[in-house]
T-cell receptor
Framework: GAVVSQHPSWVICKSGTSVKIECRSLDFQATTMFWYRQFPKQSLMLMATSNEGSKATYEQGVEKDKFLINHASLTLSTLTVTSAHPEDSSFYIC?????????????FGPGTRLTVT | QKEVEQNSGPLSVPEGAIASLNCTYSDRGSQSFFWYRQYSGKSPELIMSIYSNGDKEDGRFTAQLNKASQYVSLLIRDSQPSDSATYLC???????????FGGGTRVLVKP
């Protein structure tokens, strides 16, 4: 299957600072990527759809000014958590569909564990 | 609200037995379905995809799709302790690539 990477795998930051998370498709191009958040013992929650060359589409209830998404190339999307607070501590996971296969199977990155102190 | 529903479990299965997981969906326009396995603390891993009615087999896994009943299932044969994980069912709608996930079924395979 296709490979998606994320960096960093974990990060600890102080309240009020910003954190950037990168998501890369390593062996395919992705015009669309998805950002999810997952709290302990809960299911995935889709935050936003990242679109290459255009604005991201945010799910209802997700603050677009707090979670900045940039999809600058066909292999890279970034999520910046601005002015992070302890309640933003979570597991952030990106995914990308490999449209080239025609199956649109989505592959997930390994995730980034964010802890805000 | 387009939904995908799964029994949260845990589904306890003896080693070597068949684990049967079920999933129902409300969006009749859904085109394709996916089963993901997620170990605790890890991201989901794609194990099966299915697009047309019937069965699809891959190794110890068999996915079944019945669009008339809006029902998807996953069978895990010869269950192993390493199969203990949460299994997520997801459907893709008619437009776009966005997936709708169920809440997941936790499977425990006991030696």
């Amino acid at each position: 299957g296709a490979v998606v990477s994320q960096h960093p795998s974990w990060v600890i930051c102080k309240s009020g600072t910003s954190v950037k998370i990168e998501c890369r498709s390593l062996d395919f191009q992705a015009t669309t990527m998805f950002w999810y958040r997952q709290f302990p013992k809960q299911s995935l929650m889709l935050m936003a759809t990242s679109n290459e060359g255009s604005k991201a589409t945010y799910e209802q209830g997700v603050e677009k000014d707090k979670f900045l998404i940039n999809h600058a190339s066909l292999t890279l999307s970034t999520l910046t958590v601005t002015s992070a607070h302890p309640e933003d501590s979570s597991f952030y996971i990106c995914s990308a569909p490999d449209a080239g296969t025609g199956t649109y199977e989505q592959y997930f990155g390994p995730g980034t564990r964010l802890t805000v102190t | 609200q387009k939904e995908v529903e799964q029994n949260s479990g845990p589904l306890s299965v003896p080693e070597g037995a068949i684990a049967s997981l079920n999933c129902t969906y409300s969006d009749r326009g859904s085109q394709s379905f996916f089963w993901y396995r997620q170990y605790s603390g890890k991201s989901p891993e794609l194990i099966m995809s299915i697009y047309s009615n019937g069965d699809k087999e891959d190794g110890r896994f068999t996915a079944q799709l019945n669009k008339a009943s809006q029902y998807v299932s996953l069978l895990i044969r010869d269950s192993q302790p390493s199969d203990s994980a949460t299994y997520l069912c997801a459907g893709r709608g008619a437009a776009g690539n966005k997936l709708t996930f169920g809440g997941g079924t936790r499977v425990l395979v006991k030696p």
